[in-house]
């Protein structure tokens, strides 16, 4: 187990990124991976995994490390060095890891330990909100799931292929999977591999999806001939999910505010075979209005915080703000306010976040159903899916019907 110099290099070059010129690190790993053609899947593995591990841990490894932001070249060669230490790695003698302080790094990191926001590496601010609103047991077992590296889910395309078949196809390819107890469409990785390099990817016979997420098409009940709205498709993994339920049959509208995602959504439907979806821009007003008490189903899958997501996107915990908070929970009553309308009478919505805040979730749809319109539904169930009880993302989504 030692340290090579060019993949070091390359992780220090990604962490300026991240934290200095404020880049995604999803994006900026996959750029990383790129960067180096002789890399086999150790090296990219120690890539991807040390970049992250160190945004996941930035506020404990900062301190440990005694460095503030902005973060200059020797401050995150020193997170680096704190990283390395607390992972047991051998300390080679280059230049920039000289003096590392390796007891003084071990008696720091126990001191801290004690301490939640630096043991889960949080900002102060959320770690109130979490206390607040899930309150201190709860969201301290929440904290430490969400510090777990995420495992890799696929969610089998049945109109292309099924669970079995493609379980042996990966099989031959040395990639061992598991199914998922009530998940009719899951895969489980047993060891990560990079499943998109191959031709089953290429040919559309499944997706990476995690667990929760592929319980929301499901839960709002679509079935092969209707009409159903997704109001907030994005790049379209659950409108992807509902178009295999549906059988391709029916018409599935793919609604969202930026052309690039549907755009990326288009590229993964041809892929998947998928063949009965619209896609529609909302450039206006108008194009909800015209589909007003036309759809069988409709999916809000709202704009959140993704607290229920920071294991898959740690970065998050560094770039939301306070007041973004408090925007998007305003956004989440204009959209379920306006798009609630789409359901014909009879008809079902499903509203669904990946965050794991009440004031998000079940405080949204308690107003909503005791506003004018809301009074139009009828609450049906909902569901709390929280990392620290399934060892998947946190999600909510309630499920209701517009009576006739």
Known sequence: MRLHRNLVYTTIDALNAIFNEGEYADKVVARSLKKDKRWGSSDRKFVAETIYEVVRWKRLYAEIAAVKEPYDRDDLWRMFA?????????IPDWRQLEGTPERKIKGKFD???????????????????????????????ELAAQNKQAQVI??????????????????????ETEFLKDQPDALVLKERANVFLTDAFKEGFFEVQDASSQLVARFLDVQPGMRVVDTCAGAGGKTLHMASLMENKGQLIAMDLYESKLKQLKLRAKRNGAFNIEYRIIDTTKVIKKLYEKADRVLIDAPCSGLGVLKRNPDSKWKLQPEFIDNIRRVQAEVLESYS????PGGKLVYATCSILPSENQEQIKKFLSSDNGKNFTFVKDSKILASESGFDGFYMALLERKL
């Open 111 to 141: 001191e801290l330990s004690k301490i939640r926001t630096f043991r889960e590496s949080i900002p102060d601010w959320m770690d109130e909100l979490g206390v607040k609103e899930l309150g201190e047991e709860l969201w301290t077992k």
């Open 82 to 90: 704190t990283w390395a230490v607390l992972r047991g790695y051998p």
């Open 154 to 175: 696929l969610r089998v395309n049945t109109l292309k292929t099924t669970k079995e078949k493609l379980r042996a196809i990966l099989m031959d390819l040395n990639i």
């Open 341 to 344: 309308r789409i359901v014909k």
